[in-house]
């Protein structure tokens, strides 16, 4: 599935050669999917470049899908549904025909091809039924979700319901409560939205559209697939209805405790869909949010901060396992910003013999390296604390350091102390695990987490929404 293309170099007797280009023509298959072009470039000065992928979409203007079944059992009886796709913006007219095969006993055996023709019943006067039995049950209904959806089957065919609809929203009028969770109320809500803006009820959709702009996520979901998807569609359908009717004309000014400068954003009716950001590198200072003129807008503060991860209980009784690190005063490593010391303490938890054949699995915090001249002494020696050492993907889940141990200690605990260093900067680092477990029991095993204090991190998110409205 990838072509690659080398760029040529500049001829060593053209001296002011700056930049070589290729032309390659490539034909690209034919699959219904998109196609991505990537540059990458390497530079002595600024290193590896990596471009923003081109995307090609590839489709067919017409094409037959075909639904089998996986497989078949001689002389079972299959139905054969060919579903047919037309991607142009013109109509078509196909005939789709089967033509004979030896092996498979069809309408179309010892005729050569087959044609049927079927005609399909008027669609308005089902359409008609099933608006009649809605409006006739719609009154009946007790279940938030059921009247959004059906109102608004019943706005597409200018039969809804206003009232009845406003009846199951909250107090406020902005979203209808669904009993068993928030997703459902989600996409009940969305549905209600849709059918108000089916008939242009605006004055009660805005309302609606701002609820629903509060309960967005990090990253911009809605919790599930599904209500994450109602929820665009119908505010989509909202602001493509409203955006011709609404003046924008909104000035935002942040101002930050300290910082010199004052954040401006000005917003209209081209530039309304973009979302502005502003980074604020300490929390504790007092934000100041200003706005003036007419329109409406959201402000979504998001904050990070450190955080120790929380202890796991582990249901894991065959091994007792305690990790710490600690900080030294100074690096012992060339290309080391900060030196830790990581200490290992374990004891097997029986009361007859030791863990033999042991296995050591360490993940490794991003950006850390280990000190390797620790680990040789630790292997070598009379002592010998580990048999031998090695970074290993097979083992370990995550590539993480592997420490083979001759034993266990059922009696006195054993430690390993060794130091690692961050070579690298990593924001949001994420804990890493240490596990211990017999050679031939993995499930003998015992996690704990091992940690900076001042590092690692959880985020946290608190969203703050405001709207801003004419001053």
Sequence with gaps: MWEDTNLPECPAENKHCESTSVIRNIYLKDSITFWEIRAISLSKIHGICVADPFEMIVLKEFFIDLKLPYSAVRNEQLEVKAILHNNSEDPITVCVELMENDEVCSSASKKGKYRQERSVNSLPGSMAKAVAYLEKRLPHLTNPYAVAMISYALANAAKLNKETLLKFA?????????????????????????ALVKVKAFEEAGPIVRWLNKQKKVGGG??????????????????????????????????????????KWFINNKNQFLTRTDKVNSIDKDLTVKASGSGEATLSVVTLYYALPEEKDSDCESFDLSVTLTKMDKTSHEDAKESFMLTIDMLYRN?????????????????????????????????????????????????????????????????????????QEVGVLQP??????????KKNCRDEFAHLEYILLETAVNYVHRAFKKS
Excluded: C
Excluded at 375 to 383: Q, V
């Design 351 to 423: 009361s007859e013999r030791d863990a033999t054949m042991s296995i050591l699995d360490i993940g490794l915090l991003t950006g850390f390296i280990v000190d390797t001249d620790d680990l040789k002494m630790l292997s070598m020696g009379r002592e010998r604390y580990i048999e031998k050492f090695e970074m290993n993907k097979v083992l370990s889940e995550k590539g993480s350091l592997i420490l083979y141990l001759d034993k266990v200690s059922h009696k006195l605990q054993d430690r390993i102390s060794f130091k690692i260093h961050r070579v």
């Design 222 to 263: 809605y919790g599930s697939t599904q209500s994450t998807i109602m929820v665009f569609q119908a505010v989509a359908e909202y602001w493509s209805h409203v955006k011709d009717l609404k003046d924008f004309d909104l000035n935002i000014n942040l101002e930050v405790a300290g910082r010199a400068s004052v954040t």
């Design 170 to 194: 909250s107090p406020q009028l902005d979203h209808w409560p669904v009993p068993g969770g928030h997703q459902y109320t989600l996409e009940a809500t969305s549905y209600a939205l849709l």
């Design 432 to 441: 890493a695990a240490v596990s211990v477990y017999e050679y031939y029991n």
